[in-house]
């Protein structure tokens, strides 16, 4: 055992190259036959195991159906690889097709701590992330790895680009391995890539429909803008632009792409100039089917050629993933209950979170329950959840506001633990702060969220309740209209509505409070909360006839509610909640 000096262990590191794999849709196989699985892994592992230490190599962990190994040499590493997957792909031949084991690989080179049995580090963590972005049968590279072994192994190598790992703070450059044949023999086809588990998208190069060839650049700038925002996020996968520029200039058929590329979704789109003005057309398209999920135009001037481009990024991301999401939702929804899986189930949930009503809220939680019941340390589903038990307190849906809270604040805490610098993680934990009042802590996350994603209409609407409830109406209305120009098209704008309504009655003007709050109703007419803020505007504005009518709908929905329930929910400042308060009891609510 080494030491410092004073009698303390010392920490051993050293650089290694790190071997991750698994076997792609394991549980499946599991579910189908857990018997023939087992035996199976273990007749796998009988063969890989042995080419590790004939390839220099140490296996260090083989839990479940993964495998962790190291390797003193870079290229041993890879050359390993490769040879388990030409092995595994022969041995797969003497199996039927259900029961075939593919191997997922991942590659990285770091500096790691270890002792006798294990290792530790970033290093080791990158490693398991590659081998999540490898399809089955296939291998991904680090950069680092990449740079040792070019031109010392048969292979070649596709860049992926950077790619957001989960829970690795900075991006990491993947290579893809093809091998198979000589590279001179070696086809450009492709191979069949198996779709990731979330939703994926290749932005194809825009069309330059003009004889302009600066319009040229002009395209090329907006999809390299727009692959770069959709890539902030972790909620796609997103093709980096070295390949996608592959088929810059070729007519293509968009299910080849979809198949080429291993995507479910794909985005083209058009540039024409029109005398001083320039024309922008965007489709999305489902790869699998060919449908159109959404398509849109923009139109602007020329000259203000970087402002225009700006304003489509922005507008094209924005409505991309509101439309995913919705393409997603409605998979999920076709799909057998017994093939259901986490993501499943958070697609599932979505809608019925959205809508911030009370049965929704419930069904929502019971999907979420059962996604986190699959996989614990689902981000995503952990911040919906966070969000369920938020709605239940902020919409009068409890009468443990305390318990609800907490429990809104630690889902959210462990969806930022696992997800790292997720966007919409940490807007959800901005929003959990501002549920118990600690606006300095929310305003901050937010802040964070939004660097990591400007493009995050439902950050920009929590940002704007946070304006509200510090008394910034002004800059709230800012974040609301920018929200639903990011998202023009989405369920969830009612909401946006009461908060400009919401605004506006914090500012005295109570006809344009009453304009928004009764157009949020309209849109969600669901959404009986609303009248909360709704009668105090009809007071305030001498309506008190609507108030009290208004008063009669909300007390149908809400038996009980009490203007003291009220102001336990609302999070407004205390002057706000006075006047609100106030407004509520003369309109009929009944006090306690």
């Keep these: 055992?080494?030491?410092?000096?004073?009698?303390?262990?010392?920490?051993?590191?050293?650089?290694?190259?790190?071997l991750a794999a698994d076997i792609a849709g394991y549980s499946a196989l599991m579910r189908a036959d857990e018997e023939a699985t087992v035996r199976d892994?273990?007749?796998?592992?009988?063969?890989?195991?042995?080419?590790?230490?004939?390839?220099?190599?140490?296996?260090?962990?083989?839990?479940?159906?993964?495998?962790?190994?190291?390797?003193?040499?870079?290229?041993?590493?890879?050359?390993?690889?490769?040879?388990?997957?030409?092995?595994?792909?022969?041995?797969?031949?003497?199996?039927?097709?259900?029961?075939?084991?593919?191997?997922?690989?991942?590659?990285?080179?770091?500096?790691?701590?270890?002792?006798?049995?294990?290792?530790?580090?970033?290093?080791?963590?990158?490693?398991?992330?590659?081998?999540?972005?490898?399809?089955?049968?296939?291998?991904?590279?680090?950069?680092?790895?990449?740079?040792?072994?070019?031109?010392?192994?048969?292979?070649?190598?596709?860049?992926?680009?950077?790619?957001?790992?989960?829970?690795?703070?900075?991006?990491?450059?993947?290579?893809?391995?093809?091998?198979?044949?000589?590279?001179?023999?070696?086809?450009?086809?492709?191979?069949?890539?198996?779709?990731?588990?979330?939703?994926?998208?290749?932005?194809?190069?825009?069309?330059?429909?003009?004889?302009?060839?600066?319009?040229?650049?002009?395209?090329?700038?907006?999809?390299?803008?727009?692959?770069?925002?959709?890539?902030?996020?972790?909620?796609?996968?997103?093709?980096?632009?070295?390949?996608?520029?592959?088929?810059?200039g070729k007519a293509v058929d968009v299910r080849q792409v979809g198949h080429d590329l291993g995507v479910r979704y794909v985005l083209e789109g058009s540039v024409r100039k029109i005398v001083g003005r320039v024309r922008i057309t965007a489709q999305l398209i489902d790869a699998g089917t060919g449908h159109h999920v959404w398509a849109d135009r923009y139109d602007g001037e020329l000259a203000e050629v970087f402002d225009l481009q700006d304003r489509i990024t922005s507008s094209v991301i924005g409505a991309i993933q509101p439309a995913?999401?919705?393409?997603?939702?409605?998979?999920?929804?076709?799909?057998?209950?017994?093939?259901?899986?986490?993501?499943?189930?958070?697609?599932?949930?979505?809608?019925?979170?959205a809508a911030l009503e009370r049965a929704a809220n419930v069904k929502g939680r019971e999907l979420l329950q059962k996604s986190l019941q699959l996989d614990p340390s689902y981000p995503m589903a952990l911040s919906m959840a966070a969000w369920c038990h938020a709605q239940r307190c902020v919409y009068n849906w409890t009468e443990d506001f305390e318990q609800e809270s907490g429990e809104a604040l630690r889902l959210a805490e462990d969806a930022v633990r696992s997800a790292g610098t997720d966007p919409f993680a940490l807007a959800m934990l901005g929003a959990a702060h501002t549920l118990v009042r600690d606006f300095q802590t929310a305003r901050g996350l937010l802040d964070r969220a939004l660097v990591l994603d400007p493009n995050c209409a439902w950050g920009w609407s929590r940002y704007g309740w946070l304006n509200c409830y510090v008394d910034q109406p002004a800059e709230g209305i800012q974040c609301f209209e920018k929200a639903i120009r990011l998202s023009p098209l989405d369920p969830i704008n009612f909401n946006c509505f009461a908060g400009i309504g919401s605004a506006h009655y914090i500012e005295g003007r109570h006809e344009s409070a009453i304009e928004w709050l009764e157009k949020a109703i309209n849109a969600n007419p669901r959404a009986y909360w609303a009248y909360r803020n709704l009668i105090p505007a009809y007071v305030s504005a001498g309506k008190l006839m609507?108030?009290?009518?208004?008063?009669?709908?909300?007390?149908?929905?809400?038996?009980?509610?009490?203007?003291?329930?009220?102001?336990?929910?609302?999070?407004?400042?205390?002057?706000?909640?006075?006047?609100?308060?106030?407004?509520?009891?003369q309109a009929g609510l009944p006090v306690r």
């Design 324 to 353: 995913l999401r919705i393409a997603e939702i409605q998979r999920a929804q076709r799909k057998r209950p017994e093939s259901l899986d986490a993501y499943d189930l958070y697609m599932q949930a979505l809608p019925h979170v």
């Design 1 to 18: 055992m080494l030491t410092d000096g004073t009698g303390n262990e010392k920490v051993q590191r050293r650089l290694v190259a790190i």
């Design 546 to 585: 609507n108030a009290r009518l208004a008063v009669g709908k909300l007390l149908l929905h809400y038996p009980g509610l009490t203007v003291e329930k009220v102001r336990t929910a609302l999070v407004f400042s205390s002057d706000v909640m006075q006047r609100m308060c106030a407004d509520l009891e």
């Design 41 to 248: 892994l273990k007749a796998h592992q009988s063969t890989i195991l042995p080419m590790i230490k004939d390839h220099n190599g140490r296996v260090i962990d083989t839990a479940g159906d993964g495998i962790l190994a190291e390797f003193g040499s870079v290229v041993n590493a890879v050359e390993c690889a490769v040879a388990l997957q030409k092995t595994l792909a022969e041995r797969n031949t003497t199996l039927e097709a259900g029961r075939q084991m593919r191997f997922r690989i991942g590659i990285n080179l770091g500096d790691v701590i270890h002792d006798e049995t294990r290792v530790y580090g970033d290093g080791v963590n990158i490693a398991a992330r590659l081998e999540n972005l490898a399809a089955a049968g296939g291998i991904c590279i680090s950069e680092k790895v990449h740079q040792e072994v070019r031109g010392k192994i048969d292979v070649t190598f596709e860049d992926l680009g950077p790619q957001q790992l989960k829970n690795i703070s900075e991006p990491v450059r993947v290579y893809r391995v093809e091998f198979g044949k000589p590279s001179s023999e070696r086809p450009n086809i492709k191979q069949t890539l198996a779709l990731p588990e979330k939703p994926s998208i290749a932005v194809l190069p825009f069309n330059n429909m003009s004889s302009d060839p600066e319009q040229e650049y002009f395209a090329d700038g907006i999809v390299e803008d727009i692959i770069t925002g959709l890539s902030r996020g972790t909620q796609f996968f997103v093709i980096a632009r070295n390949s996608t520029f592959t088929y810059k």
